[in-house]
């Protein structure tokens, strides 16, 4: 909702109804995004130890800290009181930057360790089907998540939408890795695409740190209409919120 005078283009933001709304809804996503993880991590974890698979180890660490970061935004929005959900933004993209920076240490020494010929994984089809799954089931989570965090003006629930998204991501190279090492012997496919993927956590743990996962508080903000232009979800030309 916005409306102008004299030129000057001003946010209203989601009116107290729709934000409790969206308030319960990123609640909601984030516990099914944890109860899902936990699933993944045991699985993934189980299944890696029977196949001695890196990849397939690392991928269930990569759920554990998924729940980590969902578990820091269902702490901030645990909060009745607008005022501490807000004050508690801070720490909770401390909290989403560093997971993703310990996710990136961890698949990028992995991924290292495994080009350089530590151990062969044997075929693991409880991974593929763990992989596949998660490879359906996470992009919806992020997506939801990620509409509900833009529209609140939540720069955590966006960055957590974004780590759930690379969460998708090592889906596909821990599927691919699996199938080519199962089907072809390709062991260096997973472990090349994964530094990619430490690459990509790396950034996004730094923009979270930065408090640049989604544009300004959709809280009553004045901004020159001449000079700024806002798209239908409120977002600016620069920034990753609505990307």
Do not use: H
């Not at 004299?6 to 099914?32: E, H, Y």
């Not at 490879?135 to 997506?143: D, E, K, T």
Request: glycine share 8%; with cysteine.
């Amino acid at each position: 909702m916005a409306a102008e005078t004299s030129g000057i283009s001003i946010s209203l933001g989601p009116s107290p109804a729709r934000r409790d709304a969206l308030t319960r809804r990123i609640r909601l996503l984030v516990a099914a995004t944890i109860a899902y993880n936990v699933v993944e991590a045991a699985v993934a974890l189980t299944a890696g130890t029977l196949a001695s698979s890196t990849a397939l180890i690392g991928f269930g660490l990569d759920s554990v800290i998924e729940v980590s970061s969902a578990a820091a935004v269902a702490w901030q929005f645990s909060a009745a009181d607008r005022a501490v959900l807000e004050a508690r933004e801070k720490t909770t993209l401390r909290i989403i930057a560093l997971s993703f920076f310990a996710l990136a240490a961890y698949v990028g020494i992995d991924a290292v360790r495994a080009l350089g010929g530590t151990g062969e994984a044997e075929r693991s089809v409880p991974g593929i089907v763990i992989a596949a799954l998660s490879l359906a089931v996470m992009p919806f989570l992020s997506a939801a998540q990620r509409r509900a965090g833009r529209e609140l003006g939540s720069a955590s629930a966006v960055a957590d939408s974004k780590q759930t998204l690379l969460c998708t991501y090592l889906s596909a190279v821990l599927l691919a890795g699996l199938v080519l090492n199962a089907t072809l012997g390709w062991s260096w496919a997973d472990p090349v695409a994964a530094l990619v993927i430490a690459a990509i956590a790396v950034k996004e743990g730094r923009d979270a740190w930065r408090g640049e996962g989604c544009c300004a508080s959709p809280a009553a903000s004045a901004v020159p209409s001449d000079d700024t232009e806002e798209d239908a979800c409120g977002c600016r030309p620069g920034c990753d919120c609505c990307g």
